[in-house]
């Protein structure tokens, strides 16, 4: 199985700053990475689809980056309904699997 | 407006079984490979199976291998998850999502989850 690692587990920021979560693939995934954002009792959503493909209307701000096993989600201008946790997952094999999730949370 | 709407979870014993369905409206169910994901409370997201859009093609991860089944009835639009001799650590709430597919990929749609809490 692909092992998906994400750091940092938590972020703290401010209202306005610029983040990146970090996610590392055990072997290469080509560009098979998407991202999602999950709010407390909520289901996940998707906002970036291989690797740095925007989903149709998430905001800009969100964007993604990397291939082969290195990959990275920045979000800039961060605004209070961004604080939510943030998860990678690789669908380039079976079975999908999916990073730890970084909670990202106000400093 | 694309909606999937899961049901069937609930309190189910150690060893007996539980059927979760999903019916989907708003999107055109029968062209998609269809998946349930799985998250404890609390903890991370676990993909646990999927299926293609004729149902001819089935897979699963290895802790739920010859104990779950996944299936799809494309006339009512729906999808299910029939899940027999139960674990405790099958206890999660679990997601119906939609495989956007070739060429991007992604799970573009997913429903609100059903919770299935494994216990005596």
């Known amino acids: 199985d692909i092992q998906m690692t994400q750091s940092p587990a938590t972020l703290y920021a401010s209202v306005g700053d610029r983040v990146t979560i970090t996610c590392r693939a055990s072997?290469?995934?080509?560009?098979?990475l998407a991202w999602y954002q999950q709010k407390p009792g909520k289901a996940p959503k998707l906002l970036i689809y291989?690797?740095?493909n925007l989903e149709n209307g998430v905001p800009s701000k969100f964007s993604g980056s990397g291939s082969g096993t290195g990959f990275t989600l920045t979000i800039s201008s961060l605004q209070p309904d961004d604080f939510a946790t943030y998860y990678c997952?690789?669908?380039?094999?079976?079975?999908?699997?999916f990073g730890q999730g970084t909670k990202l949370e106000i400093k | 407006e694309v909606q999937l709407v899961e049901s069937g979870g609930g309190l189910g014993r150690p060893g007996g079984s539980l059927t979760l369905s999903c019916a989907a409206a708003?999107?055109?169910?029968?062209?998609?490979?269809m998946n349930w994901v799985r998250q404890v409370p609390g903890k991370g997201l676990m993909w646990v199976s999927r299926?293609?859009?004729?149902?001819?093609?089935?897979n699963y991860t290895d802790s739920v291998k010859g104990r779950f089944t996944i299936s799809r009835d494309n006339a009512k639009n729906t999808l299910y998850l029939q899940m027999n001799s139960l674990r405790a650590e099958d206890t999660a709430l679990y997601y119906c999502?939609?495989?956007?597919?070739?060429?991007?990929?992604?799970?573009?749609?997913w429903g609100q989850g059903t919770l299935v809490i494994v216990s005596s």
């Open positions: 997952q690789q669908y380039n094999s079976l079975p999908y699997t």
């Open positions: 999502v939609r495989d956007r597919g070739w060429p991007t990929g992604g799970f573009d749609y």
């Open positions: 708003g999107l055109t169910f029968s062209s998609h490979w």
């Open positions: 291989k690797a740095s």
């Open positions: 072997q290469s995934i080509s560009s098979w």
């Open positions: 299926i293609n859009t004729d149902a001819t093609v089935t």
